[in-house]
T-cell receptor, first 113, second 112 residues
Framework: AQSVTQLDSQVPVFEEAPVELRCNYSSSVSVYLFWYVQYPNQGLQLLLKYLSGSTLVKGINGFEAEFNKSQTSFHLRKPSVHISDTAEYFCAVSDQGAQKLVFGQGTRLTINP | DAGVIQSPRHEVTEMGQEVTLRCKPISGHNSLFWYRQTMMRGLELLIYFNNNVPIDDSGMPEDRFSAKMPNASFSTLKIQPSEPRDSAVYFC??????????FGQGTRLTVV
């Protein structure tokens, strides 16, 4: 079975500063990896995904993530954040065969002016 | 496509009543998921279907919860009888299995 650990429940940063949201997963099989964002009172929308190929994945709103198989990590980064990035961010993993999608606990990103 | 459609968006009910949440997945998607989101427990997978068949319902909290998918374009999650601790936002998501899952806007359930 897969599992996901998001190491930080809350991350406060100043506007225009860089940010990294950490995600580690465990699985005995090959996986797909995802980052989703949830704005207040809304559903989840996809930021980026790793299915195969290049380990550096670029997503929407200037975010990127790097898949590191040896460290079983998929950390999310942005070089310069904006107030509008304030949201909750979820890392997720799915078994390539079974399609079961499992989420981490989420990281609340707060941007201070 | 209009995306994953959930109804109702908000539901307030009294303890003991039956509650039915509805989901219409994206056309052509063959997997459907029901999640529950609370402050305490985060986003929990309750059950998922593949080709209308329940594959894993290990996340369903207890017998008061049941889910059905009678055809490829419709699913329900039923709680009977409802309890205050069932108050949460319930999300439905669908995927073709080749890429990401798409989420509905959720149903905010309040049981008083």
């Amino acid at each position: 079975a897969q599992s996901v650990t998001q190491l930080d429940s809350q991350v406060p940063v100043f506007e225009e500063a860089p940010v990294e949201l950490r995600c580690n997963y465990s699985s005995s099989v090959s996986v797909y990896l995802f980052w989703y964002v949830q704005y207040p009172n809304q559903g989840l929308q996809l930021l980026l995904k790793y299915l195969s190929g290049s380990t550096l994945v670029k997503g929407i709103n200037g975010f990127e993530a790097e898949f590191n198989k040896s460290q079983t990590s998929f950390h999310l980064r942005k070089p310069s954040v904006h107030i509008s990035d304030t949201a909750e961010y979820f890392c997720a993993v799915s078994d390539q065969g079974a399609q079961k999608l499992v989420f981490g606990q989420g990281t609340r990103l707060t941007i201070n002016p | 496509d209009a995306g994953v459609i959930q109804s109702p968006r908000h539901e307030v009910t009294e303890m003991g009543q039956e509650v039915t949440l509805r989901c219409k997945p994206i056309s052509g998607h063959n997997s459907l998921f029901w999640y529950r989101q609370t402050m305490m427990r985060g986003l929990e997978l309750l059950i998922y279907f593949n080709n209308n068949v329940p594959i894993d319902d290990s996340g369903m909290p207890e017998d008061r919860f049941s889910a059905k998918m009678p055809n490829a374009s419709f699913s329900t999650l039923k709680i009977q009888p409802s309890e205050p601790r069932d108050s949460a936002v319930y999300f439905c998501a669908s995927t073709s299995g080749l890429s990401e899952a798409f989420f509905g806007q959720g149903t905010r359930l309040t049981v008083v």
